[in-house]
């Protein structure tokens, strides 16, 4: 069974801070790895995907990938109450699999 | 990114009849569709992989019968919940891959509620 873990939170972060939001992945033939945020109510919006190992950034977001370890991490610079929502880990193989998804609370 | 719209965003019936949702790709050809479920506070849940001018491959459990999935041409797939009942009232999204890029974009989602 392919599995894609996130912990569900909530996750408070202070706004300003650094949120950091985790991912573990059970099939090491993972090809591509993806972010979406998901608003209550509101379907998912892509915002991040990565298919090397290292970071990748784009503005307040970098997403971090080490296959070896079969993790994959967003983070978020300069926290604001708008980026309160669920984040949704996807990774792909033969198909895209889906996490739980981490709630994430930015605290004004 | 690739726009996907999702019609009607939000439908309340009674039980026994049928709700079709319309998903359209409207800047690309999509030659895959999926079609997801999802619960408050729960996960994605994948119910079915909608093929261009063949039948979908539904996910285990879900029943291919009561959610008739049609994907007549490259750019509209439609999921049609048949002789609805209280508990198929849920999030139903859609979402369409560009090509063989691996990247998905969701509809907007449809609420459905079933009386």
């Not at chain 1, 894609?4 to 801070?17: I, R, T, Y």
């Not at chain 1, 379907?43 to 290292?54: A, D, K, T, V």
């Not at chain 2, 999935?69 to 369409?96: G, Q």
Request: net charge neutral; glycine share 6%.
């Amino acid at each position: 069974q392919k599995e894609v873990e996130q912990n569900s939170g909530p996750l408070s972060v202070p706004e300003g801070a650094i949120a950091s939001l985790n991912c573990t992945y059970s099939d090491r033939g993972s090809q591509s790895f993806f972010w979406y945020r998901q608003y209550s109510g509101k379907s998912p919006e892509l915002i991040m995907f990565i298919y090397s190992n290292g970071d990748k950034e784009d503005g307040r977001f970098t997403a971090q990938l080490n296959k070896a370890s079969q993790y994959v991490s967003l983070l978020i610079r300069d926290s604001q109450p708008s980026d309160s929502a669920t984040y949704l880990c996807a990774v792909t193989a033969d198909k895209i699999i889906f996490g739980k998804g981490t709630r994430l609370h930015i605290l004004p | 990114g690739a726009v996907v719209s999702q019609h009607p965003s939000w439908v309340i019936c009674k039980s026994g009849t049928s709700v079709k949702i319309e998903c359209r790709s409207l800047d690309f050809q999509a030659t895959t569709m999926f079609w997801y479920r999802q619960f408050p506070k729960q996960s994605l849940m994948l119910m079915a992989t909608s093929n261009e001018g063949s039948k979908a491959t539904y996910e285990q459990g879900v029943e291919k019968d009561k959610f008739l999935i049609n994907h007549a041409s490259l750019t509209l797939s439609t999921l049609t919940v048949t002789s609805a009942h209280p508990e198929d009232s849920s999030f139903y999204i859609c979402s369409a891959r560009v090509d063989d890029n691996e990247k998905l974009f969701f509809g907007s989602g449809t609420q459905l509620s079933v009386l």
